[in-house]
């Protein structure tokens, strides 16, 4: 567990800053749309309540969301870490690792895609009901949770996601690409390989890691 804490010296001085730019464009992207509308609003639908109370809601869901989406994927990186499989930091491959676990959680909680969304479906249905619910906790606590890519990797095994076109659209307009889910792939069986030697469970680490980071307590 001592090696999983050296994230935070070893990592963070260098991630935290990829991951927050990553989650603030995520974020804007998604706050946009309602700021456009706002700006395109005529000066006679002014409401008598004073304006200034209503941003600081929006605000603060919007930081809890951005923490939480942070706290995901460093919680991801801690158990790797943890694990001993993380690419060194500043390589080609831990850059790629990052990108793309980032990406494929914009991915799926961001596409609209139809395609996307009936995938997920579907691997979520036939993760369910092959393990047990100490393994599915993940789910609740939502973005890309270890269980979320254990499910996505189980079922790519049988049904490839790089086979299914509209699936790949929608994962390349998030900038996610097939050498991504390698990488990706790699260090989450990588990892899991290694704590199933341990008779431990990679989303029971998973989960120890998540409500210790920002956002993390549900």
Same mark, same amino acid.
């Given at each position: 567990m001592?090696?999983? /804490? ?7 001085? %260098? ?12 974020? &804007? ?11 395109g ?8 309540? $004073?304006?200034?109370l209503?941003?600081?809601p929006v605000?603060l869901a ?6 939480? !989406?942070v706290g ?8 790797f *870490? @943890?694990?001993?499989?993380? $690419? ?16 494929? #959680?914009?991915?799926?909680? +961001?596409?609209?895609? $139809? @395609?996307?969304?009936?995938? =997920? ?5 036939? %993760?369910?009901?092959?393990?047990q *619910? ?16 254990? !499910?996505? !990797? ?5 049904? $490839?996601? &790089?086979?299914?076109p +509209?699936?790949?659209?929608?994962? #390349?307009? /998030?900038?996610v690409? =097939? ?12 990892? *899991?390989?290694?704590?199933? +030697? #341990? ?6 680490v ?6 210790k980071?920002?956002?993390? +307590?549900?």
């Open positions: 001592m090696r999983g /804490f050296q994230l935070g010296y070893r990592w963070c001085h %260098w991630v935290c800053p990829c991951l927050l730019l990553g989650v603030n464009l995520l974020m &804007w992207s998604g706050t946009s749309d309602a700021v456009e509308s706002t700006i609003q005529p000066s006679t639908s002014v409401s008598a309540e $004073p304006q200034g209503h941003p600081h605000l919007s930081e809890r969301t951005r923490s939480s !989406m995901t994927i460093m919680a991801l990186l801690a158990t *870490d @943890e694990a001993g499989i993380l $690419p060194p930091e500043g390589t080609a491959q831990a850059n790629q690792l990052i990108h793309g676990l980032i990406q494929l #959680q914009s991915a799926l909680m +961001k596409s609209t895609s $139809p @395609e996307l969304a009936a995938y =997920r479906m579907a691997a979520e249905t036939e %993760w369910v009901s092959q393990h *619910d100490v393994e599915g906790r993940g789910r609740e606590m939502g973005g890309l949770t270890s269980t979320v890519l254990a !499910m996505l !990797m189980s079922y790519d095994q049988t049904h $490839p996601l &790089w086979e299914a +509209k699936v790949v659209a929608a994962m #390349q307009a /998030f900038n690409t =097939r050498a991504d889910w390698i990488v990706m792939s790699e260090c989450f069986h990588q990892a *899991d390989a290694v704590f199933r +030697k #341990q008779g431990r469970s990679i989303h029971i998973y989960e120890s890691w998540r409500v980071m920002t956002g993390g +307590k549900f």
